[in-house]
């Protein structure tokens, strides 16, 4: 299926489940009359009361030596001006005596994705939610321990995070305007704080918004394939920097870092898939990792990707 076809389904308010990989090459469409005989579990709840589990994840970082060159081939692209900002991911392989399916049932986030015995996903990002005529996207960069001293102040007045966060967030408020009038930020840089296994993580996110017109339905595939690949796990100049990931990361995100969300014939919500569990053959690997710009410490960075890998 491709993206035009959404377009139709929204205008005969079929309501779907969508999920595309990173650089929305791929697209799989469930109808939500037919969830039931696909092996595909989903839940969007922002209101979802965690529940506690034991379940920790065993991980095998990749080494920090080989991380730091992959760092710095990133901070030589800065340097010659082909991005300002890239999100750099790697793959933790991990250990643990659940299944998929157990994964995705015990683990608490607002935006949990199980695709058959694939990968499963529970993520705290938002990516687009539409109602009425309006459109939201909800950009969330900057991520600390909230176990620091005065963790808030913290990431808020660190001059690198914010202008890592600035750049995505005047990113996403461009790519509204491919689709979107009056686009605004409603709000700038708040604090979310969520569970990571053992620990509190303080998340920044920034909450901008638009006009879509109340014949959005019609376009619903438009819109999207006008948005993706999520600017917040890119960076940017969007372009150059894919190619620039796709080189240094040498390897393949598939759909981790893409989106998934639900159309119900009214309304659209949508997460993107970060905090990602895939089957590797016979083991599991965690994909994590954090944006990157000039004034980022590769010590720092690595320590974010691997705070990263655990099970809400």
């Known amino acids: ?49 965690p529940s506690i589990h ?35 991911t790697q793959k933790t392989k991990i250990e643990t005596d659940l299944t998929l399916k157990e994964i995705f049932r015990i683990s608490n986030a607002h935006y949990k994705l199980r695709y058959k015995d694939k990968f499963v996903c529970f993520s705290p990002e938002k990516f687009i939610q539409i109602k009425d005529d309006r459109i939201d996207t909800y950009p969330m960069k900057g991520t600390v321990d909230a176990s620091l001293d005065d963790a808030k102040n913290q990431i808020l007045d660190d001059e690198k995070e914010m202008a890592e966060h600035i750049m995505v967030v005047d990113l996403l408020r461009n790519d509204l305007s491919i689709m979107a009038t009056d686009v605004k930020v409603n709000r700038f840089r708040y604090i979310t704080e969520i569970g990571a296994g053992d620990k509190k993580l303080l998340q920044v996110s920034s909450h901008i918004s638009g006009c879509v017109g109340d014949d959005w339905h019609s376009k619903i595939g438009s819109i999207l394939e006008s948005l993706l690949p999520a600017g917040s796990i890119t960076g940017t100049p969007k372009k150059s920097t894919i190619k620039i990931i796709e080189d240094i990361e040498e390897y393949e995100r598939d759909f981790f870092t893409g989106v998934f ?7 659209l919500d949508s997460g993107v898939m970060i905090r990602f569990i895939e089957k590797d053959g016979d083991s599991l690997v965690y994909k994590s990792g954090g944006g990157i710009t000039l004034d980022s410490d590769a010590i720092s960075e690595y320590n974010e990707l691997l705070d990263k890998v655990y099970l809400p």
């Open 261 to 267: 969300g639900v159309y119900d014939g009214e309304k």
């Open 54 to 88: 034991k379940h920790f994840l065993q991980k095998m970082a990749i080494p920090f030596s080989e991380y730091k060159k992959k760092f710095d081939d990133v901070i030589r692209k800065i340097q010659s001006g082909d991005t300002y900002l890239l999100n750099l």
């Open 1 to 49: 299926m491709e993206f035009k076809d959404l377009n139709s389904l929204g205008s005969k308010r079929e309501p779907f489940l969508f999920i595309t990989d990173f650089k929305a090459s791929k697209l799989e469409v469930v109808l939500l009359k037919d969830l039931k005989d696909s092996d595909v579990e989903f839940m969007i709840d922002e209101d979802f009361k």
